[in-house]
């Protein structure tokens, strides 16, 4: 199963952007049974989860973007989203979404840049 992430592009600091993710190819209640997250990955750095959503959308967040990025999840339609706001150069990264613990196969990402 591989997730589609959109919904990336260039926006200035202090902009928004909303990301989406679809698992289309999951079965519902394999989805549901996850606790589901976004990742990123800058330049020359780690893979590292920012943001994640059980099932009855408990929400757990990295500091670096604490109070900023809202995780959202559609049970029904398998779907995962990721509200960021106030965004920061830093927050420059190729992001993607999986479960916790990197169950699904990785997807291509989208490529999220933040202009100072």
């Known amino acids: 199963v591989q997730p589609v992430e959109s919904g990336g592009g260039l926006v200035q600091a202090g902009g928004s952007l909303r990301l989406s993710c679809t698992f289309s190819g999951a079965i519902t209640s394999v989805f549901n049974s996850k606790i589901m997250g976004w990742y990123r990955q800058a330049p020359g750095k780690q893979r590292e989860l920012v943001a994640t959503?059980?099932?009855?959308?408990?929400?757990n967040y990295a500091d670096s973007v604490k109070g900023r990025f809202t995780i959202d999840r559609d049970n029904a339609r398998k779907r995962l989203y990721l509200q960021m706001n106030s965004l920061k150069p830093e927050d420059t990264a190729v992001y993607y979404c999986?479960?916790?613990?990197?169950?699904?196969?990785w997807g291509q990402g989208t490529q999220v840049t933040v202009s100072s």
């Open positions: 999986n479960s916790d613990t990197g169950d699904f196969s």
């Open positions: 959503a059980t099932r009855l959308k408990s929400t």
